[in-house]
């Protein structure tokens, strides 16, 4: 079975820095992509940022500039790092990892979330 967690979250004010961390952890799988989504309240679930197996990021237009996405593959860890941050990245994070076992994709596993929460 596949657990994945999430930490880093918390409270800043605006133009402060946060770094969240994401980590795969069971055994017989590999992973394909990561990344990190965001839901506030009364708003659908949105991409932030997402880093493909072979290192490839994407970023959703809001953030780029201001965060960055790293991944350590043999510890199926990503990292977000949020710098510049503002009152409208407050929401819940959400870690999605996709899982492949016996070399073909399984699923996306997500976390539990994370409180990112941005004051004035």
């Known amino acids: 079975q596949v657990q994945v967690v999430e930490s880093g979250g918390g409270l800043v004010q605006a133009g402060g820095s946060l770094r969240l961390s994401c980590t795969a952890s069971g055994s017989g799988f590999s992973i394909s992509d990561m990344g990190w989504y965001r839901q506030a309240p009364g708003k659908q679930r949105e991409l932030v940022a997402a880093i493909t197996s072979r290192g490839s990021t994407n970023y959703a237009d809001s953030v780029k500039g201001r965060f960055t996405l790293s991944r350590d593959s043999p510890r199926y860890t990503v990292y977000l790092q949020m710098n510049s941050l503002k009152p409208e990245d407050t929401a819940v994070y959400y870690c999605?990892?996709?899982?492949?076992?016996?070399?073909?994709?399984?699923?996306?596993?997500w976390g539990q979330g994370t409180q990112v929460t941005v004051s004035p």
């Open positions: 999605k990892t996709g899982v492949i076992i016996a070399g073909i994709p399984n699923a996306d596993y």
